[in-house]
């Protein structure tokens, strides 16, 4: 009797260590981590949110640094009533890779670790680590909205691990509807535009569909970069009559143009 006593306090134990003990990405540097990414993953345990999981979707987000160490994140999501973007202000602590901000939504201070990345394809983000059911995140980021079965599967694992069940995981889907999407970035010069090209196949039906899309970071785009641009549609075999020009309503929207192959 008394050894099963034993037994289950150094269980205990081990499970309050593993919750405790999450370190940041070691020799995290916040300038290969600042830029663009989109939250493909989200891991959180709240009622709330699990009544509505199913309407989550791929967000944008922006870090960009200041010169006093501050992080601003910029993230922004599309919703029936338009375009919205919510600024989250990060102070650095003594530990790089964690930061702390308040949230006055909640009325608190909460923090951020960035627990893993390797910078130019995923990482994984735990929210406010101190186990508090009801504020905990993990977020999964990457550079593209379509990132590797074995990030997803690693972010799966991650989020297990600090207790969440399976069915407050989410990998929202890249596109409405079912399609194997290639997405590549043809021309960027990193911190003014970038030009993706994305090819998709829509299943079952089999329909291909090229997207040029042309994403900048200013809301105005030089004509050197438009010309460039329609040069691109054209080298992919579609006419730059049809190309839209997008209002500046944000983030949200992108110069972009598609046409069936
Ligand atoms: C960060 O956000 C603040 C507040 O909107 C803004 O004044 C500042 O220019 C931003 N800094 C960067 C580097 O984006
Ligand atoms: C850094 O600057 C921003 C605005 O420029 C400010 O909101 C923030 O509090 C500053 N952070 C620190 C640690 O001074
Ligand atoms: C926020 O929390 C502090 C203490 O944690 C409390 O004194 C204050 O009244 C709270 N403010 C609001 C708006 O709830
Ligand atoms: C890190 O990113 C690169 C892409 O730049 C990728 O080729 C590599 O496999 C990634 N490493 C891991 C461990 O996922």
């Known amino acids: 009797m008394k050894i099963s006593v034993f037994v289950l306090s150094v269980v205990m134990v081990c499970v309050i260590g593993v ?4 370190q940041p990405q070691r020799d995290f540097n916040l300038q290969r981590f600042a830029g663009r990414w989109y939250r493909v993953g989200l891991a959180y345990d709240s009622p709330g949110f699990l009544r509505h999981k199913d ?4 967000t944008a987000g922006m870090i960009a640094l200041q010169p006093n160490g501050t992080v601003n994140l910029t993230m922004w999501a599309m919703r029936s009533s ?3 973007n919510t ?3 990060y102070e650095r602590t003594n530990t790089p890779g964690h930061y702390t901000y308040f949230s006055t939504r909640h009325n608190k201070t909460k923090d951020i670790t960035v627990v893993e990345t390797n910078y130019t394809e995923y990482a994984l983000v735990l929210k406010n680590k101190k186990f508090e059911r009801e504020y905990t995140q993990v977020a999964l980021y990457g550079r593209t909205q379509k990132v590797r079965q074995d990030i997803i599967q690693k972010f799966k694992r ?3 691990s600090r207790g969440f069940p399976t069915d407050s995981i989410v990998t ?3 596109s409405e509807f079912n399609a194997d999407v290639d997405s590549y970035v043809v ?3 990193y911190d003014e535009y970038a030009m993706w090209v994305i090819l998709s196949t829509e ?5 291909q569909s090229t997207l040029v899309k042309l994403y900048s970071r200013a809301m105005d785009v030089r004509e050197g970069v438009l010309t460039q641009y329609r040069a691109l549609v054209r080298n992919q075999g579609m006419s730059d009559d049809i190309i839209i020009y997008k209002d500046n309503k944000g983030e949200c929207d992108q110069i972009s143009t598609a046409s069936p192959v």
Do not use: K, M, W
Request: proline letters at 7%; hydrophobic letters at 30%; a negative charge.
């Open 19 to 22: 919750h405790a003990d999450v």
């Open 87 to 89: 600024l989250y202000q």
């Open 203 to 207: 299943q079952p039906s089999g329909i």
């Open 172 to 174: 929202p889907h890249v």
């Open 55 to 58: 309407e989550l979707r791929i």
């Open 82 to 84: 338009g375009c919205f």
């Open 187 to 189: 021309h960027t010069n």
């Open 158 to 160: 991650f989020s297990t």
